[in-house]
């Protein structure tokens, strides 16, 4: 099966973008069935933002060190350093075995 370059819009920008031949059969022994849909800026705009989080600056409530956390904090709960959280978390563990113990 021989390809051909084909004129593809991207969702985006509007743009008129070249899904080469060489990306048609790619995509064909990769067993894409799509055609794409952004041209190379746009996905590549799109790709950028990937695996980045947002982090707020906070106080630890328990000790007052100062901390990064990557969510933005309710009104009136307390927010932990990883430390603090930590051993919040084990001391609970601990506490629940406790109670287990007769």
Do not use: W, Y
Request: charge should be positive; hydrophobic fraction near 30%.
């Amino acid at each position: 099966m021989s390809f051909v370059d084909r004129d593809v819009q991207c969702l985006d920008c509007g743009v008129m973008f070249v899904f080469s031949a060489g990306e048609q059969e790619f995509f064909k022994e990769k067993g894409f069935t799509n055609v794409p849909k952004h041209c190379r800026q746009c996905r590549e705009k799109r790709n950028s933002g990937l695996g980045r989080r947002n982090e707020t600056r906070v106080t630890c409530t328990e000790c007052g060190t100062p901390t990064t956390v990557h969510f933005k904090p309710s009104q009136g709960k307390p927010v932990l350093c990883r430390t603090c959280f930590t051993k919040g978390k084990s001391s609970a563990a601990s506490a629940a075995v406790v109670l287990v113990v007769p």
